[in-house]
């Protein structure tokens, strides 16, 4: 089984919708991040957790918000999705001291129509 | 504010040759530069990564060259093959932290 888990692999909603994209995690690092790429500008942080209880804003954070219900999972939602948050999502987790590796997971495909 | 520039966008290379990517980086306050190789419908995975105190890394065909004055890191990727064929990301961490900030990226083509 994969490491790193996101659900749903492909979503196509409508402008105004509310929607929520999942991360699971099985390497039990207390680290988590979403990330989403887009061509050209490669992948931008959107929020980042240390822990459970350090949820932090990345570089494009507005207009999506995070939860992180336990160690291993991580949520994204956007409140009011809008046609310029289509894009690839990416969950990633990264554990230890020092040096460190980003485990990605697969990716969601979100389209707003 | 892109504090990671990546060239080039796109890039065709022929089976065999050398392909090579750069990337610059203009803050100073970064302690670690991995790169990292996504496959089409893939997440990216790390390839290979560097700390500033080092001027070069090998493993395999893959090396990073690593040039702290210039504020500058490539990868060079020898004797190309067509399953290389992938985006490629190169990242650094800001010191002190565990966050990434990413290049644009660069998708490698190698011609069989």
């Known amino acids: 089984d994969a490491d790193v888990t996101q659900t749903p692999r492909n979503r196509i909603t409508k402008t105004g919708k509310r929607i929520m994209l999942e991360c699971s995690q099985t390497?039990?690092?207390?680290?988590m991040y979403w990330y989403r790429q887009d061509p050209g500008l490669g992948l931008r942080l959107i929020y980042y957790?240390?822990?459970?209880?350090?949820?932090n804003k990345g570089e494009i954070s507005d207009g999506y918000s995070v939860s992180r219900q336990a160690q291993a999972k991580f949520s994204l939602s956007l409140e009011s999705a809008i046609p310029n948050q289509t894009a690839l999502y990416f969950c990633?987790?990264?554990?230890?001291?020092?040096?460190?590796?980003?485990?990605f997971g697969p990716g969601t495909r979100l389209t707003v129509l | 504010q892109q504090q990671v520039k990546q060239s080039p966008q796109s890039l065709i290379v022929q089976k065999g040759g050398i392909s090579i990517i750069n990337c610059a980086y203009e803050n100073t306050a970064f302690d670690y530069f991995p790169w990292y190789q996504q496959f089409p419908g893939k997440g990216p995975a790390l390839l290979i990564a560097?700390?500033?105190?080092?001027s070069e890394k090998k493993e395999g065909r893959f090396t990073i060259s690593f040039n702290k004055s210039a504020k500058q890191f490539s990868l060079h990727i020898m004797d190309s093959q067509p399953g290389d064929s992938a985006t490629y990301f190169c990242?650094?961490?800001?010191?002190?932290?565990?966050?990434?900030?990413f290049g644009t990226g660069t998708r490698l083509k190698v011609l069989a």
């Open positions: 560097i700390r500033p105190d080092v």
């Open positions: 957790s240390f822990d459970v209880k350090d949820i």
């Open positions: 390497k039990g690092h207390d680290r």
């Open positions: 990242a650094a961490r800001s010191s002190g932290t565990y966050k990434y900030i």
């Open positions: 990633a987790t990264s554990g230890g001291v020092g040096i460190d590796t980003q485990y």
